[in-house]
């Protein structure tokens, strides 16, 4: 019997593993926030007037890679990246974001993509975009340096904001 690796790959940092039912209500949508920001680079999250936030967060890194599970249980947020979030950052990625539960509306090029249950979509960190929570959200994200997908797919560009069921064709393969 192989014993299991206690991390993905070697060199991986599990940086964030966090819930909110251990702090303050007051205190949970700022701390979920905050890790958006940490995980996904820099967005303006609008506070939504609410007693409590309950979610999940994880993230790890490695050789420039980002992958995180996140949820929230509220529909309704949402988040801004314009071009000042984007000034802010120094890194560019694409991102390959995998809803499990719930669903996600997103906003790219004045574009709007519903993103539903087991469907995933490629966004541009370089673009942008809003998004907007669906009940009971639950999101994978594989997060890649923006160099790294332009030299194995010059045109991926073209492909940001085509959802795609995870569920059909060869996108079985992966889930």
Known sequence: MHAIPA????????????????????EQFDYWREFVNHAFLSWSIERPALQQFPAFVREGRADGYRISNLTSALAGIRGDRGRRE????????????????????LTIDDRCIAVPSMHFVLWDSQRPMTFITGE????????????????LLPNATEFVGEPIAANTGLSRLFV
């Open 7 to 26: 991390v993905i790959m070697e060199g991986w940092e599990d940086r964030d593993r966090w819930m909110t039912t251990g702090l303050h209500p007051d």
């Open 86 to 105: 984007i000034a802010r950052d120094t890194a560019a990625l694409f991102n390959v974001l995998l809803v499990v539960e719930g669903s996600q509306h």
């Open 136 to 151: 009971n959200l639950r999101q994978l994200t594989l997060a890649v340096p923006r160099e790294r997908i332009l030299s």
